[in-house]
């Protein structure tokens, strides 16, 4: 893993309409990106200075002072969306596979990515049989209204 960089002091303003952003909750919950992009794999993105950054980056930035460089920023709670720093860690390829490995997301011999697990998929089944509606799944999974119809119809992997 190559050594994560010390950067200069973000502004206050920055910070400030960043979190503004951020639906903060508990300090074990998820806190959701509301900003208004994602990427097409459910994380948040900002543009600054001409570059797209995932949000779950700027967030170990802002909260740490920390630049991962060409680390990657991984998620404890499996959660695209969420910018709680308690949730994540800066880590490698190697520890990402092994992760998604872990949690059941890798790529089957089907040749579909899945970004749920089993467990994930059965509780969007079971919470979508109790009325709960397809767009306010996909926010509290982090992923999209489309992964959440594939869930629910069985394809795609799931």
Request: glycine share 10%; charged share 25%.
């Amino acid at each position: 893993m190559s050594e994560p960089i010390l950067i200069p002091t973000i502004s206050d303003v920055f910070k400030k309409e960043f979190w503004s952003q951020v639906e903060i909750k508990g300090t074990d919950e998820c806190w959701f990106w509301l900003g208004g992009s994602r990427d097409q794999r459910g994380y948040g993105v900002v543009w600054t200075g001409g570059k797209m950054i995932r949000c779950h980056r700027l967030s170990i930035l802002l909260t740490y002072g920390i630049d991962p460089g060409e680390n990657l920023v991984l998620h404890d709670c499996d959660n695209p969306c969420c910018v709680n720093p308690n949730h994540l860690y800066i880590g490698t390829d190697q520890n990402n596979s092994q992760d998604r490995i872990n949690r059941g997301r890798h790529c089957g011999s089907n040749g579909y990515c899945r970004i749920l697990s089993d467990t994930q998929a059965q509780e969007i089944r079971l919470k979508r049989f109790m009325g709960i509606a397809v767009k306010e799944l996909a926010k509290e999974y982090g992923t999209s209204v489309r992964t959440i119809y594939y869930v629910l119809a069985h394809e795609s992997g799931y």
